[in-house]
Every structure is written in structure tokens, then in C-alpha cells.
């Protein structure tokens, strides 16, 4: 099968339009998608990995490499259990208002005793703690002769 049989077949199992995926592909028309469809003319290598994100696989699996249509979302089921990928589908076919409103309600639920696992190794995050952006370890260069002039703007740029 062809790179654009695959991706048209992969499309429709999804229920994606030629225009919804053209658009989040960065094309702008859906006859950008027709042609590559109907003989792959048009898919710059660039392009490949957008799409193969868009439509939930891998650009090996668009190349035709792979039999499997394995995705992002096989690894977060892997990690976190079978629901999550089916959230993370569910939460995709949903317009801007409505990923708004379910992650309001999540953000309700884990405040609730009720729904909280016993031991949580998900480490949140405030929106003010800013500690992940702090280095882990740090050196001065030796490839150059550090200046004082030098040491005195990385401390502002730390101190920020």
C-alpha cells in the first residue's frame, strides 16, 4: 500500500476530514491532502511527522514500515493504563470550549478524597514554582577566560 493510501485510510478510521487535517497539517486547502492521497505527490519529508502525529501513528507506519499503527497513544496507556489513551482520544475530538471544560472537572476531582489513588508519584507543580527551571549542575567555562563582566549577567539571569 501507498504512503497516500495509508494516510487516507488512517484519515477515515479516525473521522477526520481532507480540510480538518489540510488545516492542522499547516496546508491550506484540502486539495493539498487529495493529492497526496491519490498518488503522494505533494508530501514534503517535513510534513511527515506532523501528520503521522495528526492522525495518531507513527511516520514509519505512514511510510508503510510498520504493520501496526502504534502511536503516542500506545505509549500512554503503557504508562499511565488502557483509560488513558482513551481520554486523551476523547479529550482530542473535543472543540476548544470543550477541553476547557474537562480539564476544569479534572482539576475538581483530584481535590476529591474519593478519586485520589492512595500513593501519587505525579509530582504538580504550582504555576509559581519555578523550581524545574533551576540547573542541576553548573561549571564555568574553561574554554575561555570567564570576566567578571561575564559572572555578573549569568547572576542576573539566574536571580530573574
Same mark, same amino acid.
Given at each position: 500500500m501507498e504512503i497516500g493510501q495509508i494516510i487516507k485510510r488512517r484519515r477515515e478510521e479516525l473521522g477526520i476530514s481532507q480540510e480538518e487535517l489540510a488545516l492542522k497539517a499547516g496546508y491550506k486547502s484540502r486539495?493539498?491532502?487529495? $493529492?497526496?492521497?491519490?498518488?503522494?505527490?505533494?508530501?514534503?519529508?517535513? %510534513?511527515? +511527522?506532523?501528520?503521522? %502525529?495528526?492522525? %495518531?501513528?507513527?511516520?514509519a507506519y505512514l511510510m508503510g514500515w510498520e504493520n501496526d499503527t502504534a502511536s503516542a497513544f500506545d505509549y500512554v496507556n503503557n504508562c499511565f493504563g488502557t483509560d488513558a489513551g482513551e481520554i486523551l482520544e476523547n479529550f482530542h475530538r473535543m472543540n476548544e470550549k470543550g477541553q476547557k471544560e474537562a480539564l476544569k472537572r479534572v482539576r475538581e476531582m483530584v481535590h476529591i478524597p474519593e478519586y485520589i489513588k492512595e500513593q501519587n508519584n505525579v509530582r504538580t507543580l504550582s504555576p509559581k514554582d519555578k523550581s524545574y527551571l533551576l540547573p542541576v549542575a553548573s561549571h +564555568?567555562?574553561?574554554?575561555? +577566560?570567564?570576566?567578571?563582566?561575564? $559572572?555578573?549577567?549569568?547572576?542576573?539571569?539566574?536571580?530573574?
Open positions: 486539495s493539498s491532502i487529495n $493529492k497526496i492521497e491519490v498518488d503522494g505527490r505533494g508530501l514534503p519529508q517535513s %510534513k511527515i +511527522e506532523s501528520i503521522a %502525529k495528526i492522525l %495518531k501513528t507513527t511516520p +564555568e567555562r574553561t574554554d575561555i +577566560e570567564v570576566t567578571e563582566e561575564m $559572572k555578573r549577567h549569568d547572576d542576573a539571569f539566574f536571580d530573574e
